[in-house]
């Protein structure tokens, strides 16, 4: 069986905690897969406030996620406190990609790798649209591209 391996850029350049809460919790005891998504979606959202944007006003654009990824690499529980670095690479026309590291703060325990593939995305015309260079300059001046 072929498995997901995601490789992390150099630069994680933000780091946020979380508490796993009693909703992310699922059948097995465990932090739930969705919950994990729900968890990046938040860092995501502060990451971008770090760089001066929301997602509905990237540089005039908004976002759209067109891929995710999940690589597990360890169990997490209810009330254990999270640390998600988050950074920014593969800058294309149109997108690029964001990376998440998950760990445990008590333990430094690995918990996850993430990969979410955003566009930028125009939805008063329903279109993808073009890489802001705003964008671009502040995730250099965050130290995401080297």
């Not at 946020?16 to 959202?45: K, P, Q, S």
């Not at 990969?115 to 995401?144: H, I, N, R, S, W």
């Amino acid at each position: 069986m072929s498995r997901i391996k995601i490789e992390l850029p150099p630069q994680l350049p933000f780091s946020t905690r979380m508490a796993v809460h009693i909703g992310d919790i699922n059948y097995g005891n465990h932090l739930a897969n969705d919950a994990v998504l729900r968890l990046c979606h938040e860092a995501r959202l502060r990451f971008l406030a770090h760089l001066g944007c929301r997602e509905t006003d990237v540089g005039g654009c908004g976002l759209i996620m067109a891929d995710a990824a999940i690589q597990f690499q360890g169990q997490a529980f209810h009330g254990d406190e999270l640390t998600i670095d988050v950074g920014a690479a593969d800058v294309v026309r149109s997108g690029f990609a964001l990376y998440y590291r998950i760990r445990r703060e008590s333990d430094q325990a690995a918990i996850a790798r993430v990969k979410t593939g955003m566009v930028f995305f125009d939805y008063a015309a329903q279109k993808v649209a073009a890489t802001p260079e705003a964008f671009v300059q502040a995730l250099a001046d965050a130290g995401c591209l080297k």
